[in-house]
């Protein structure tokens, strides 16, 4: 059955710029409440069978996010006196699908807590950043959280520290795997408080979508089994189904238009052929995420918005975060066999803010995983201890062990907001479509990098405890490749001149746009940020939705 | 000098050893390239003397021995696929490699190439060109090859697989693994 179009000349309530975590909820929530939505997708809508488990294809060919060799070349500096290179892998990671990286994330979906929200406030300021308090708190949110955990799908049971929460989750905890075992053994033998990690994969039927057969494709893959909830199951369909919602495909958003009264007046694009057209529009919502809406925002720049729009703070694209991460690898005597089922089955959030006495802001998280996303080539490639063998006959008797004898305590860990970290216009490099390549200034902050070690070192005494006979790994800064935590790069705020939306997304320069994704966030939270950009987008559709219907975008 | 272009040491690791097809290719590869991996299939992008000298550096890679290794699992097949899609001259780069590899085997050791050396001699030759984006892109490729799935013409009858306990990509159903299973019979 085709799904509802409309032609370019017939103005619609709302252009989406987006299909993924924040802008499929933007889509489902719009339609579902009257109003009329085009959702501009520049990659292909994939449905649940068309995914694979292909390692090959899709983690060492990238095909579902994308780099230089499909068109989409991006640079990498380290400082803005640099000159920045075109990069190997993207450094700004996603996948370009209809559901966008909800399609493809491991799925772990921790709240954030009160005190994410007010952290500058009860700390104070760090010199050299933008830290800053959120113009929202918990309470705001919560509601919004419970949203998502079950209306997206998440699974999971109360934890130790949680935040106020006003309703249980609509699925129990997935199975514990054995690095999950491991970290909870380790965990209590050392005072801490394990406990079931959640994550938007179902354990049991719900909204008419089936359970996790294990398969363990999670971690870079879609889920052919509609059990992973991203927003290509949990939301787009709903969408559609109201009859006011066309997904428009392999179209790249090229420019936001505005009008002499400085509105929006909708979005120009290119079709697959490249064909340009415009689709008019009386509002448009901006869900590109945090590295493809500052870009968007930078090349519609006018006469009116000369650097940029919705810049007048100057802060789009500043303030990029990745979340910094540890990892821990340890051999065990018995089998462990990481690579079933889903990525992670228990978290330690014992550490969730550090002491400040440590001399260094900071916190996060520590849960047990595989020591290589679970899958073959990875595996052989890089699970091995850096001062092992590589080639030969000893190599290859350590393939087996490697692959199902390991398990690793990953820290995620939090990220401070600077203006030098940022997301630009690349001055010399183009992609496919000809603009500006995406180009990262991204260096860590002494802190972030001391958080780091704060975790690895942490993770090395729980893996000692967990009897592991082999110990190693390493801290893993931000702006590595692959990058998949964009964050920051239009920030939410109550001050016009530092922050580019305020708290209920709508920009501050132009009233009929509103940008809601990771770009969206504050502070960087501990680690695993889709769910908070999905309870942000809940909440921002509700008022959005409140602010149309009284006429007021 | 400049014929140590492609031996040269490496300051990033892995640098080179980048292959990438495009996406029909890859879509057609999985599809259609089940039929080179039958043994004695004709080659796409080697000649025989290439593919001889290939794999025999993917088997000290991966060697044979007491299992299969990387040349009973057709790694050579799945290398001739995925360079003969791919789109950054790949094969280019390996074939300058090979070509200067044989220059310093014909002046050390007096032979014509790689494959007609003895085990320690390839052993040796190899670990001589360890950190080289050369020697990165053999085991890249060899890894690959040996791990993926089979449809890519490597990975014969899941040998690689079978190799590290990798049982298929299946669904499975708890226990599964020893502390698991171990958990719950102590009903932690």
């Known amino acids: 059955m085709a799904g509802t179009t409309f032609p370019n000349s017939e103005s619609v309530d709302f252009v989406i710029i987006g299909s993924g975590a924040a802008g499929g909820v933007m889509a489902r929530e719009l339609s579902v409440a009257g109003f009329t939505v085009v959702v501009l997708e520049q990659g292909p809508h994939l449905k649940s069978g068309d995914f694979r488990h292909d390692e090959w294809a899709y983690k060492n060919q990238q095909e579902l996010t994308w780099g230089a060799i499909q068109g989409h070349p991006q640079t990498f500096r380290s400082t803005e006196d640099d000159t920045a290179e075109v990069t190997q892998r993207a450094v700004l990671s996603y996948a370009h699908n209809v559901g966008g990286s909800s399609v493809h994330f491991a799925a772990n979906y921790w709240r954030f807590r009160e005190v994410d ?76 408080q394990p406990y079931p990690a959640p994550v938007a994969i179902l354990s049991q039927p719900h909204n008419g979508r089936a359970a996790c057969m294990h398969c363990g494709f999670c971690w870079g893959f879609g889920c052919e089994a509609s059990a992973k909830s991203s927003s290509m199951v949990a939301m787009i369909p709903q969408a559609e189904a109201t009859g006011r919602c066309e997904i428009r495909t392999y179209c790249t958003a090229s420019r936001i238009e505005t009008n002499e009264a400085g509105r929006a007046t909708g979005v120009v694009y290119w079709d697959t052929d490249g064909v340009e057209h415009f689709q008019k529009s009386n509002a448009v919502v901006l869900s590109a995420n945090g590295a493809e809406s500052p870009r968007l925002l930078l090349l519609s720049e006018s006469s009116r918005f000369p650097d940029g729009l919705a810049n007048s703070s100057g802060m789009v694209g500043k303030n990029l975060m990745f979340n910094g991460w540890s990892w821990t690898v340890g051999l065990f005597e018995q089998p462990v066999n990481a690579y079933k089922s889903i990525p992670t089955t228990r978290v330690i959030h014992d550490f969730y803010s550090l002491d400040p006495s440590l001399g260094h802001y900071g916190g996060g998280g520590i849960d047990a995983r595989s020591s290589s996303g679970g899958t073959p080539i990875a595996s052989a490639s890089y699970a091995g201890p850096p001062d092992g063998p590589q080639w030969g006959e000893a190599y290859k008797q350590s393939l087996r062990e490697m692959f199902t004898h390991t398990a690793a305590f990953v820290g995620h860990t939090t990220s401070l907001p600077l203006s030098s970290n940022n997301v630009s216009l690349d001055p010399t490099v183009r992609d496919r479509w000809g603009r500006p390549a995406l180009r990262t200034t991204y260096q860590d902050h002494p802190h972030d990098i001391s958080t780091m070690q704060f975790f690895k070192d942490r993770s090395d005494e729980l893996m000692a405890a967990a009897g592991a006979s082999r110990i190693w790994g390493a801290v893993a800064g931000g702006g590595t490749p692959e990058s998949q935590h964009l964050l920051g790069t239009c920030r939410m705020g109550n001050d016009p001149g530092s922050s580019v939306v305020d708290k209920f997304h709508r920009s501050h320069d132009v009233p009929n746009l509103f940008i809601c994704d990771g770009s969206s966030l504050v502070t960087s939270g501990r680690g695993q940020p889709t769910m908070t950009i999905q309870a942000l987008a809940f909440r921002a559709a509700d008022h959005i939705a409140a602010a149309g219907r009284r006429g007021d975008v | 000098m400049k014929r140590r272009a492609f031996l040269a040491h490496s300051g990033a690791a892995i640098s080179c050893s980048w292959i990438s097809m495009s996406l029909p290719a890859i879509l057609a590869a999985s599809q259609v390239s089940c039929k080179a991996k039958e043994e004695g299939a004709a080659f796409r992008v080697f000649t025989a ?140």
């Open chain 2, 49 to 188: 003397s290439e593919a001889n000298e290939f794999e025999a550096m993917a088997a000290q890679v991966i060697p044979s021995g007491d299992s299969p290794g990387a040349r009973e699992a057709g790694v050579i097949y799945f290398m001739d696929t995925v360079l003969a899609e791919d789109q950054t001259g790949g094969i280019d780069r390996l074939r300058s490699g090979l070509a200067e590899l044989q220059v310093d085997i014909r002046g050390a050791h007096g032979a014509e190439a790689f494959a007609g050396l003895g085990n320690a001699l390839q052993i040796q030759v190899l670990q001589g060109i360890e950190k080289t984006d050369f020697f990165a892109t053999i085991r890249y490729l060899t890894i690959a090859g040996m791990f993926s799935n089979p449809s890519y013409g490597g990975n014969r009858d899941q040998l690689g697989w079978k190799l590290i306990g990798f049982e298929g990509p299946r669904g499975w159903s708890p226990p599964f693994g020893f502390y698991d299973a171990d958990y719950a019979e102590k009903g932690e």
């Open chain 1, 117 to 192: 929200f007010i952290e500058r406030s009860l700390l104070g300021p760090i010199a050299g950043t933008n830290f800053a308090d959120w113009p929202i708190t918990y309470q705001d949110l919560e509601p919004y959280y419970t949203k998502v955990d079950w209306e997206i799908g998440v699974s999971g049971i109360e934890g130790p520290s949680d935040p106020p929460r006003s309703k249980g989750y609509p699925c129990p905890p997935m199975p514990v795997k054995s690095p999950g075992v491991l970290l909870e053994r380790a965990g209590k033998k050392l005072g801490y």
